[in-house]
């Protein structure tokens, strides 16, 4: 027993730490050599996705089973991308997709490491709501 509590009490505090060291960050605004990757930066202004910096789907996957990543779930309005998820059954689709189509939006630039900024209204579902960092294959850069 009071080895667990001693685990729980050094995890604890590792969470703490991790998470008030994220107040010594500086934010880009206060002239600390930020600089706005142009490639990743969007006002969603028009009305479509600007096709030089993301697709409109994921190149890689279909979608999160049983939900099936439409490119007709993506949409621009109000200086807003808006991401849908729909009940519907689509014929065609890849074996285990039905039930539902959701959206995916991905990037065309990759990028090691930055400061990340979005404003978002999750939606109220049982679908995912997520902002994702990832890659495909370990990557052989050093993060210092």
Do not use: Q
């Not at 509590?5 to 505090?13: K, P």
């Not at 789907?57 to 949409?75: A, L, T």
């Not at 939006?105 to 902002?131: N, W």
Request: charged residues 20%; proline residues 6%; hydrophobic residues 35%.
């Amino acid at each position: 027993m009071r080895k667990t509590n001693t685990t729980a009490m050094v995890l604890m505090g590792m969470l703490f730490c991790a998470c008030s060291s994220t107040a010594l960050l500086k934010h880009p605004s206060s002239g600390n050599g930020w600089v706005p990757i142009s490639e990743l930066t969007d006002e969603f202004e028009g009305d479509h996705l600007d096709s030089t910096k993301w697709h409109d789907h994921n190149p890689i996957y279909n979608g999160i089973k049983p939900g099936f990543f439409s490119r007709d779930n993506v949409s621009i309005s109000d200086g807003k991308l808006h991401l849908t998820t729909r009940v519907e059954d689509l014929t065609d689709l890849p074996a285990g997709y039905h039930t539902f189509t959701t959206a995916t939006v991905k990037s065309k630039t990759k990028v090691l490491y930055g400061y990340f900024e979005i404003k978002c209204r999750p939606m109220d579902s049982r679908a995912s709501s997520s902002f994702w960092f990832y890659a495909h294959a370990p990557s052989k850069a050093k993060v210092p």
